[in-house]
């Protein structure tokens, strides 16, 4: 078992870059948590607090630092793991959706086969902002005729709003800004 760890010390090893990838943005920089053996292990073991290995068929980790997070929580969960990608990276047959961004708009695709009807999903991201990345991963999620158990984020920017977009949703972050 790893050693707990607080969300204060989550959010104390969070690097703040002003100013990337533009001007404006402050970028919530993951890196030192995973580079610290404890504090990746602790974040992983808050991200699943709440569920027992074996009640999740798939966790569903989005392009590209949720995959991280999304991959660790599925071994500890005994559960698959799903990636949805930008469009154009899944090789197979897969479903896509568009979503709005700032400015212009992004898709997102997740392959045919990778839930089956009824599956329990648990759907990791790294930082949940304006909430169109998740809402459109939920979306593919249910395409596929899965159930979305619990959404998780590391950080939660509240001031953005996100929640609004995922309504009807149980939603967790660990570090909110
Ligand atoms: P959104 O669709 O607006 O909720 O954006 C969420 C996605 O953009 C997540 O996958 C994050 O990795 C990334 N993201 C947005 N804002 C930031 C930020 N300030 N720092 C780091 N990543 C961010």
Do not use: C, W
């Not at 402050?26 to 808050?46: C, H, M, N, S, W």
């Amino acid at each position: 078992m790893p050693a707990s760890v607080t969300p204060q010390e989550i959010e104390h090893a969070i690097r703040n870059v002003p100013d990337f990838p533009k001007p404006g943005i402050q970028f919530k920089d993951i890196t030192p948590v995973l580079a610290d053996a404890r504090l990746f292990a602790g974040t992983i073991e808050l991200l699943t607090k709440n569920f027992a290995p074996g009640s999740i068929d798939a966790v569903v980790g989005i392009d590209a630092r949720g995959f991280i997070f999304a991959a660790a929580a599925a071994t500890r969960l005994h559960a698959g793991f799903v990636p949805v990608r930008k469009k154009g990276k899944l090789p197979y047959q897969t479903i896509e959706e568009d979503y709005a961004l700032e400015y212009g708009h992004a898709t997102v695709a997740i392959h045919t086969d990778a839930l089956k009807p009824g599956d329990r999903v648990l759907l990791v991201d790294d930082l949940l902002a304006t909430g169109g990345t998740a809402a459109a991963a939920t979306s593919l999620v249910k395409k596929l005729g899965a159930e979305i158990v619990e959404i998780n984020f590391l950080i939660e920017l509240k001031f953005l709003n996100g929640r609004d977009k995922l309504k009807g949703y149980s939603i967790r972050s660990l570090v909110t800004y």
